[in-house]
């Protein structure tokens, strides 16, 4: 019996040993990248969709109204401003075909 209570002994003390946990060193880049990781409240989200702005688009020559995240809206214009609009938009194209060509050969 005696080995029976020297062997629960050393069992019990080695789960009660104290461990003393390692201070964990965070520095402002983890910091930083912890609150890019956590969910947007929703009005976090709401302010950032608020936000509509005009881009230029070098490639087809167009500006383009894009909202918050990267979603492109459309604009209400008169007809003739929608036909000088696609004028423009063809010839640009156009010269973005003859570019990406050209480089091609």
């Keep these: ?6 062997r629960e002994k050393t069992k019990e003390k080695k789960h009660t040993k104290d461990v003393k946990p390692a201070k964990e060193i965070v520095s402002e880049e983890t910091l930083e990248e912890r609150k890019r990781m ?3 409240t929703k009005e976090e989200w709401e302010k950032q969709q608020s936000v509509v702005r005009r881009v230029y688009d070098e490639d087809t020559g167009r500006m383009r109204l894009v909202k918050g995240t990267g979603e492109i809206l459309e604009e209400c214009v008169s007809r003739e401003r929608q036909q000088a609009i696609n004028k423009q938009a063809t010839q640009a194209d156009g010269e973005s075909f003859q570019r990406d060509l050209t480089k091609r050969l």
């Design 38 to 40: 956590v969910p947007m």
């Design 1 to 6: 019996k005696g080995q029976e209570e020297e």
